[in-house]
């Protein structure tokens, strides 16, 4: 008669799925612990469809005959570009059921608020002084800064953002005056798409 042998037992799957489930309830809390810190409704796409409108923009700028023209195409294409910006912010903030009146929404607004007025203040006071190549580089500085302090309270990457912003705003100082044109081509235009593409794809579109 041969001697009992000892039961092997087959690996369970359970500890694994355990696993996957608590990694899976990790992520839910760090995510839900970020949405109620932090903005995350600033629309990838959205911003991306901002830099595709300052492109135009540039364009029709390029052919204004006078500087008031000039700064007529500016603004409206501003204007143009902030309607998507806000309509795109609401609908992603519908799909990922975030306020956008309150908490972290209300703090990113209030950051940018002071440093935009800054630069629609100062817009109203050159216009009158000819002071029309001073407005690209301090456009850029500003709105940079703006990003930078909304930033704080949104995704990691608008800080970023904001500080390549004030950087072409610095570089557009020291450049010849006629390159204002280019360098709001290449700071609204081109980091509004390439951040916009890096927030759609880190940050749910």
């Known amino acids: 008669m041969s001697a009992a042998q000892p039961t092997r037992h087959e690996p369970s799957s ?3 799925q355990l696993h996957v489930h608590a990694m899976d309830n990790l ?5 839900t612990m970020e949405r109620s810190t932090s903005f995350t409704a600033f629309p990838g796409w959205g911003t991306v469809a901002m830099g595709c409108v300052a492109f135009a923009g540039t364009g029709v700028a390029l052919v204004m005959s006078t500087p008031e023209l000039w700064l007529a195409a500016w603004l409206a ?3 143009i570009a902030m309607a998507i910006g806000v309509v795109t912010m609401v609908l992603k903030a519908r799909r990922i059921d975030e306020s956008i009146f309150a908490g972290p929404a209300r703090r990113f607004a209030l ?6 007025s800054c630069g629609l203040i ?6 009158p002084l000819n002071l029309h190549p001073l407005m690209p580089p301090m456009w850029l500085l500003l709105y940079g800064a703006a990003v930078m302090a909304g930033g704080a309270f949104s995704v990691r990457i608008l800080p970023v953002m904001g500080a390549f912003f004030m950087a072409f705003g610095i570089a557009a100082f020291v450049s010849p005056p006629h390159w204002g044109d280019a360098w709001m081509a290449a700071g609204f235009g081109g980091l509004n798409v390439l951040f916009g593409l890096l927030i759609a794809r880190k940050h749910g579109g």
């Open 77 to 79: 294409t501003a204007f």
């Open 122 to 127: 100062l817009t109203v006071v050159f216009a």
């Open 14 to 16: 359970e500890p694994v």
């Open 27 to 31: 992520r839910f809390i760090r995510e």
């Open 111 to 116: 950051g940018m608020l002071p440093t935009l």
